[in-house]
Structures are given as structure tokens and as C-alpha cells.
């Protein structure tokens, strides 16, 4: 058997819903009278005695049992249904009206469930999901009454109708070619969906309400052939096209950015409701650009999207979750301005795209990439003998390389990037493409020092230019002492190893007593420390890859133990 149930704003529209042919009235729970308006009177009277916020006061239930199990169910069984279902979900105490139709193939239930208390004039709240809890309680039903459940149910309606003989489509007539054309039609909002109706030659009829003067509805003729159009489908009507409407939306938050990054005056001097309507008109013009512009981005996967935006012309900006380091979404330049894909529109979202493709290629499923794999696929598939081409190559795909160099030998030990306007040190994206890896692949890698030119037939550019470091005065002292080539790692390590702390403030003191500089990353949204790292000898690690043990999560482990240790020795 198959329970939905779902919270009306109307009772009386619930209730004229079952006043019907074929509607027959079997009962009703903590209600007196006649019949339906009887009944009708006292649920509202009961709705005017709350005093809450809540506007959903009638719950709709609806049971359906399969067709076999329909017929054979007696007056009684029905009845006895009803009641198992509110007992199910303790609405025993509500008050309550059951029909029975008989209009369909099928028989089934409508429950009208007052969800005010009649003595109490409290509104009734389930512990879990209202759905959830009915589903619950309709597969309860089925298995002590012996009827088939919904799964069962829905199994036997996909092979019946997979069983079912398709027809075979016809010559294409006049409702199918305006429907085909009309579907073809890419807008941002109704109006533009009108103007583009019109462009393409159809004659444009609207019909507006009487006392808004809204339209409500509208057809279209061409071809000798006049529709409305919900004529021609139910996915052409008003209701429906206002649903998928690539409405573009201009937040407060949006204006604010867009008016704090004027160069010119003229317009701050305007009326400020004046001022207002200019920058969401020119909003709207550039938002319109770029949703024009994104919709002829292909998309096959995240990686893909990517590098095929910034062969349209545009920059691309990921975000990451701070707290899993997966992609969360992206941001894009153009036309020099900078949107969030959300702020362009839902459907340039990743979640949407991602969406939209596995429809499109319901055999291909995407598998999740984090921004790390992706830039590693890049880097894998460039061709390079030297450092100075390697280097080439990663500023002619799109990175912005940021050699860093040795303060002694004033050779690179390392280098980082900035990808999709994130910055990564290589080793972050795997140990092979750090260069002393990259050096073991190719023997013949030239690795260029601080202080060489580059040649004279090349432009210089960032990929050989020194980075600076600022070294503090305790660095340079401790720089004397270091062996000729040092495992900075396991340097760093074990002097991590020496500090004592007891709280995470009097750890970044003593890492700053101790000659380091430690930067804290934190949630945007609470402020919660989620990562660090630390930069000493030219060097510059994250938490992670120093060792586990150096770890936010390790460290709130090892003071949590400190302190229970601590409660133990003062109770002892």
C-alpha cells in the first residue's frame, strides 16, 4: 500500500476536493454531526483557536492500495485502514474526515486531518519527516493486513508499463513543428521569451487577468495553426516556463560590490533610487553577456569545463571546502568583472551542470575530481627537457609559476604555482612533480640559478625571476649552523617535536619563540582553526605533510588527553 501525505494551506479546498461524484463519505474521527459541513464547521472553528505562526493546518492523506487488493477490501476494512494509520502516526486525537474514491481503476483514501487540537488549540509536530513517518507506517499497514506494499506496487506499474506497446509517432504536424521551434528558444526572463516568439515569426496572443492586469497566460499561432499554450504542452504554459526561467537575480550584496568598485563619480552623484535602477539595468546588460557566453561552454567533466572556459576568454577562480578540500564551485572574469556562478544564474552552478550532462549521457556517470587531480592531469600531459621549458609550458596553459629558491646556494629547491586562482607548492599536488623528482625522470633537466639571466631570444617572465624571502633575524643566525644539504622535513619535525603547549594559542607563541611563521586557516562561517602551516628556513610546510602527529585534529587529541590526565591526578 502507498501512504502520501502532504500540509495544506485551505481546509475548506481540501474538503470541496472530495465533494465530488464517486466520493463517498465512510467517516470521521473526534467530529459530530450529519455530514461533511457538519464537520466542516468544527475543524475551522477548532484552525480559529490557534494563536501560533504556522499557516499549514490541514494535513491530506492519501492511501493506495494496489487494484487487486481494492477490490476485495470491504466498508469495514477501510475503516479499519484509516484507523491503523492514524494510530501509526499518533493523529488519534485529531480530528479528522475519511472519504473513499471510486473514480479511478483503483480504490483508495482521503483523510482530512485538522492538525489543531481540539482541547489543547496546539498544532501537532511528528518527531521525524511527515513523509518519511507515512511511508513508514503504510508499509506497517500492508504487512499486518496482508496487502501489498509500495515497493511491490511500484514494481508491477514499471512492468506493465514497460509491457505496454509504444506508438509509433506519425508525420510531423503543425502542434509538433511550433512545439519543436518554441523548445529551441534559450530566454533569461518571460518578456524575453515573448520577444523571442515574435522574432522567430510566430503571432503573439496574451491573456491577462482581469482585476492584476498580469499576464496569465498566452498563444501563439504559425503555419495556418492558432494554440494556447497549454494546447501545445503542458512544459509551454506560463506556470511552467516561470519554473525553469533563467531569471537573472541581482542581490543587495551584488549592488554594494558593484557600486564600491566605480572609478567615476557622475553616477554616486545620482538619486539614489536613480542610482539604484542604473547599476542593476548595467548589471543585468553584463550578466546577460555572460550567460550567453557560458551557455556555449562545453561541459564533460570539471577539468574539461575549466580549461575550455579560459579558451572562451574567460578567468576561472575555484572555491574549496576548507574542510574536505573538494571543489564546492567557481567563479569566473570577464569583461572585467567577476561573478560566482551562482550569481550568474543556478543553471552555471556545478551541481546543475553535472545534472544536465548525466541526463543528456545517462551511460556516462562523472566521477568526482578534487582541483588537485585535475591540475595533475595538466602537468602530466606537458612536453619539456629543461627547467626553462617546463616552466614555459606551465605559464602557457594558464599557471603563474613562483620558483623558490635556496638562500644559501640561491638555487630553486622547489617551486609553487597559482592554478584557477588557488595557490599550491608542487609537492602539494604529488611528489613526482616536485623538481628533484622531475630531475631523476629527465637526467638532461638544466636547472636555472637565482642569479642567471635568460637567454636573449626569451622574454622574462615570473617563471625565472627571484622570489624573495623574508627571513627572520633567529633564521639567519641558525642558517650558519645548517649541514650542507639538509632534510629541512625532518628538521622542522623534530623541532615541532620540542614545543610545549597548552592550548593552540600558546603553541603559535612558542612556534614564533622558536624562530617560525605560522599561518592558521579557519572556517569563514565559525572561525574554527581546520589547518596551519609553517614556514622556517626558506621552507614552507602544511601541518599534513609534516607528519600526522602535527595536525590540528592529533594536537586537540593530545591536549584533551592532557587535561583528563590533569582531573585524574587531582582526584587521586
Same mark, same amino acid.
Given at each position: ?21 464517486? $466520493?463517498? &463519505? ?12 457538519? *464537520? ?18 490541514? /494535513?491530506?492523506?492519501? /492511501?493506495?492500495? !494496489? ?99 509504444? /506508438? ?35 503571432? &503573439?496572443?496574451?491573456? +491577462? ?77 553584463? /550578466?546577460? &553577456? ?94 619539456? %627537457? ?6 614555459? @609550458? ?29 595557490? *599550491? @607548492? ?10 628533484? !623528482? ?12 637565482? $642569479? ?10 615570473? %617563471? ?68 596551519? $602551516? ?14 600526522? @602527529?602535527?595536525?590540528?585534529? +592529533? ?18
Amino acid at each position: 500500500m502507498i501512504a502520501k501525505v502532504k500540509s495544506n494551506n485551505s481546509l475548506d479546498k481540501t474538503i470541496d476536493y472530495h465533494k465530488k461524484e464517486k $466520493s463517498e &463519505l465512510i467517516g470521521a474521527v473526534n467530529l459530530v454531526g450529519k455530514g461533511v459541513e457538519d *464537520f466542516r464547521m468544527q475543524m475551522k472553528d477548532t484552525q480559529a483557536c490557534f494563536k501560533g505562526r504556522a499557516k499549514k493546518l490541514t /494535513l491530506h492523506a492519501i /492511501l493506495s492500495p !494496489s487494484i487487486e487488493d481494492g477490490k476485495r477490501l470491504t466498508r469495514n476494512d477501510w475503516k479499519g485502514i484509516a484507523h491503523d494509520y492514524l494510530k501509526g502516526m499518533k493523529l488519534l486525537e485529531q480530528q479528522a474526515i475519511i472519504f473513499l474514491h471510486t473514480d479511478r481503476s483503483h480504490k483508495h483514501l482521503h483523510l482530512v486531518i485538522n492538525l489543531v487540537h481540539e482541547t489543547t488549540c496546539k498544532v501537532w509536530r511528528s518527531k521525524i519527516n511527515d513523509v518519511t513517518l507515512s511511508h513508514r507506517v503504510g508499509h506497517q499497514i500492508a504487512e499486518e493486513r496482508g496487502l501489498k506494499n509500495a515497493k511491490e506496487i511500484m514494481k508491477e506499474n514499471r512492468t506493465k508499463r514497460a509491457a505496454t506497446p509504444k /506508438l509509433k509517432s506519425g508525420p510531423v504536424g503543425n502542434k509538433q513543428r511550433i512545439a519543436q521551434e518554441l523548445d529551441a528558444i534559450t530566454f533569461v526572463n518571460v518578456e524575453s521569451y515573448f520577444a523571442e516568439i515574435v522574432k522567430k515569426g510566430f503571432q &503573439l496572443k496574451k491573456y +491577462f487577468d482581469k482585476e492584476t492586469k498580469e499576464v496569465r497566460g498566452y498563444g501563439v499561432g504559425k503555419y495556418g495553426t492558432f494554440l494556447d499554450a497549454s494546447k501545445i504542452g503542458k512544459r509551454f504554459t506560463l506556470k511552467e516556463l516561470k519554473k525553469k526561467v533563467h531569471e537573472i537575480k541581482i542581490s543587495p550584496a551584488m549592488i554594494k560590490k558593484f557600486e564600491e568598485g566605480l572609478q567615476t563619480d557622475v553616477i554616486k552623484n545620482f538619486d539614489p533610487v536613480a542610482r539604484k535602477q542604473v547599476i542593476i539595468d548595467t548589471m543585468t546588460e553584463v /550578466l546577460k &553577456l555572460f550567460s550567453d557566453d557560458l551557455r556555449k561552454v562545453k561541459f564533460d567533466g570539471i577539468g574539461s569545463y575549466f580549461r575550455n572556459l579560459e579558451k572562451a576568454g574567460f578567468k576561472v577562480k575555484a572555491h574549496l571546502n576548507k574542510a574536505t578540500g573538494a571543489i564546492s564551485g567557481y567563479g569566473v572574469t570577464k569583461y572585467d568583472q567577476f561573478y560566482n556562478a551562482s550569481e550568474i544564474g543556478k543553471e552555471f552552478t556545478l551541481t546543475s551542470l553535472k545534472i544536465k550532462f548525466e541526463k543528456e549521457h545517462p551511460a556516462i556517470k562523472l566521477k568526482p575530481k578534487s582541483i588537485r587531480q585535475i591540475i595533475a592531469d595538466e602537468i602530466s600531459n606537458l612536453k619539456y %627537457t629543461t627547467a626553462q621549458d617546463y616552466f614555459k @609550458e606551465l605559464t602557457r596553459v594558464g599557471f603563474e609559476v613562483k620558483p623558490l629558491f635556496n638562500i644559501d646556494s640561491k638555487e630553486p629547491f622547489n617551486y609553487g604555482f597559482t592554478r584557477y586562482g588557488l595557490y *599550491f @607548492e608542487a609537492i602539494e599536488i604529488g611528489k613526482k612533480f616536485t623538481l628533484e !623528482s622531475l630531475k631523476n625522470q629527465k637526467p638532461n633537466l638544466i636547472v636555472l640559478k637565482a $642569479s642567471q639571466p635568460p637567454r636573449s631570444d626569451e622574454t622574462p617572465t615570473t %617563471t625565472i625571476t627571484t622570489t624573495s624571502i623574508k627571513v627572520p633575524t633567529t633564521q639567519r643566525q641558525l642558517s650558519d649552523t645548517k649541514p650542507n644539504s639538509p632534510d629541512y622535513r625532518s628538521l622542522i619535525a623534530n623541532e615541532l617535536r620540542k614545543i610545549k603547549f597548552r592550548d593552540f594559542d600558546s603553541y603559535f607563541v612558542e612556534l614564533k619563540a622558536k624562530g617560525f611563521e605560522a599561518n592558521a586557516i579557519k572556517e569563514e562561517a565559525t572561525g574554527r582553526l581546520v589547518d596551519y $602551516s609553517v614556514r622556517k628556513y626558506g621552507q614552507h610546510y602544511k601541518a599534513s605533510m609534516l607528519g600526522e @602527529e602535527f595536525t590540528v585534529a +592529533f594536537l586537540m587529541a593530545t591536549m584533551a588527553k592532557k587535561k583528563t590526565r590533569k582531573r585524574l591526578n587531582r582526584i587521586q
